[in-house]
C-alpha cells in the first residue's frame, strides 16, 4: 500500500513546505517592519494554509485516496507550529545582518539549547499533526485499524527521528570554524 501512496506522501511534503514558506515570508515582513507578528497573522496563515490543503485535495482526486480533514483536531496543533515558527523566524529575520550568514543569525537569535527545545516542539506538533491527518484519510471500515495504526507507527518514527534530527541541527549549526568561533547570544 505505502508505494501506492508515496506520490500522496510526497504532494503533502510540498503542500508542507509551502505553508512554512508563507510563514517565513510573513516572519521577514514583520521584520522588516520591526512589528512582532501576532495573532492576526496566525490567523491569516491559517486561512491561506486552508486554500493550500484545497489544492493539495483537488490534486490527490487521481489517486486512490480520499482525506477529509478534520480541523478540529489539526487546527489547534497547526496554530500552535505556525505561531512557533513565525516567532522564530521573526527572530532569526531581526538578528540576520545583510553581510552575516545565516548560522550568525540563528546563533544570534537563539542559545544552542533553546534552538534544539524549540526545533523538537515544530517537530513533535508536526509529528502530531501528522497523526490527526492520517485519522483524516477515509478507508473502508475494515481497513481503519490499519490506517490509524499506520498513522501512529509514522507519528512515533516522526518523533523518534526528530530528537536526533533537532540535535545535528544545532551541532552544524553552532559547530565553531574559523569564521564563527563561538555563540553570540546577543
Known amino acids: 500500500m505505502l508505494p501506492r501512496l508515496e506520490p500522496v506522501l510526497e504532494l503533502n511534503v510540498a503542500k508542507e513546505v509551502d505553508k512554512d514558506s508563507l510563514a517565513f515570508c510573513c516572519a521577514g515582513e ?6 512582532r507578528p501576532g495573532p492576526d497573522a496566525v490567523k491569516r496563515l491559517l486561512e491561506a494554509g ?30 500552535r507550529r505556525i505561531a512557533l515558527l513565525l516567532e522564530a523566524g521573526y527572530a532569526v ?19 544552542p539549547p533553546d534552538a534544539e527545545a524549540l526545533l ?8 502530531r499533526e501528522t497523526q490527526a491527518l492520517g485519522r483524516s484519510l477515509r478507508v473502508p471500515a475494515l481497513l481503519a485499524p490499519v ?40
Open 93 to 111: 529575520l531581526s538578528s540576520w545582518q545583510p553581510e552575516a550568514r545565516l548560522r550568525h543569525a540563528l546563533s544570534g537569535a537563539f542559545a
Open 30 to 35: 514583520a521584520a522588516a517592519a520591526g512589528v
Open 120 to 127: 523538537l516542539e515544530l517537530l513533535d506538533l508536526y509529528a
Open 147 to 186: 490506517r490509524d495504526r499506520l498513522a501512529q507507527t509514522l507519528a512515533h518514527a516522526l518523533r523518534e527521528a526528530s530528537v536526533q534530527v533537532a540535535r545535528d541541527a544545532v551541532r552544524r549549526v553552532y559547530r565553531p570554524d574559523r569564521a564563527f568561533a563561538s555563540h553570540n547570544p546577543s
Open 50 to 79: 486552508r486554500g493550500i490543503d484545497r489544492r493539495f485535495l483537488a490534486g490527490i482526486e487521481r489517486f486512490p485516496v480520499r482525506i477529509v480533514i478534520r480541523y478540529e483536531e489539526v487546527l489547534p496543533l497547526r496554530s
